[in-house]
Nanobody, 124 residues
């Protein structure tokens, strides 16, 4: 069982940055693929980026958005989403998700564990 807690959301002006964090409980973080999804009002949940299990120490991966970067730190049981040059269309609730021995796939059904979400709002 894994519990995920996101943090770092907030209000930022267009062009600004946010760094979201997600901390996982338990000792087996290394064995979980981690991903970020987002859901804007009236829209479906959207995959932002994923990073597979089995990476030692710290690692990063590209996101679906060139402006975003996902990274993980196994020593801290944490995954991060660095978002730069934000625009109002990035306003959404951002969720982290975990999949045991996963690949970082964009398919949400592959993730058994989800955080409660953190709101990111970008003003114009």
């Amino acid at each position: 069982q894994v519990q995920l807690v996101e943090s770092g959301g907030g209000l930022v002006q267009a062009g600004g940055s946010l760094r979201l964090s997600c901390m996982a409980s338990g000792r087996a973080f290394y064995y979980y693929a981690m991903a970020w999804f987002r859901q804007a009002p009236g829209k479906e949940r959207e995959f932002v980026g994923g990073i597979p299990w089995g990476r030692d120490g710290t690692d990063s991966a590209d996101s679906m958005e060139d402006r975003f970067k996902i990274s993980r730190d196994n020593a801290k049981n944490s995954v991060y989403l660095q978002m730069n040059n934000l625009n109002p269309e990035d306003t959404a609730v951002y969720y982290c998700a975990a999949a045991l021995r996963g690949t970082g796939t964009p398919v949400p059904e592959e993730y058994a564990y989800w955080g409660q979400g953190t709101q990111g709002t970008v003003s114009s």
